[in-house]
């Protein structure tokens, strides 16, 4: 069965996107959301949870490390961390201008 790939808030205040593993309470595969300002406003950098010393989204995240859930994870950003995780560019309609190999992209419209 195919993970639901979910938004996390951890303890330590990271936001992490991954792939969630409910049967065993984990976050598989996760990569950090960062938020870096730029000229054209807000841009999101997919980043491997271990980097820099890992340059892979590979790993797992025990559940209780999750402060919160968020409901919804925005689709230009799963379809990036898709990309990212699995070396593959995926089509879309839209999607986050200026991104390539899942990093940048201007998500000011996300955040409000």
């Not at 950098?45 to 995240?61: C, Q, R, T």
Request: net charge negative.
């Amino acid at each position: 069965m195919a993970k639901e790939i979910k938004l996390f808030k951890l303890i330590n205040g990271d936001m992490v996107i991954g792939k969630w593993d409910a049967e065993n309470s984990k976050i598989v595969d996760p990569a950090i959301l960062q938020t870096v300002p730029s000229q054209q406003g807000v841009q999101m950098m997919i980043l491997p949870f271990g980097y820099p010393f890992d340059n892979d989204i590979d790993g797992e995240i025990d559940g209780r490390h999750i402060i919160y859930e968020y409901k919804n994870c925005p689709e230009e950003i799963e379809t990036k961390y898709l990309e990212a995780s699995s070396n593959l560019t995926l089509s879309t309609s839209g999607g986050l201008g200026g991104m390539g190999g899942g990093l940048g992209g201007d998500i000011s419209n996300l955040i409000k």
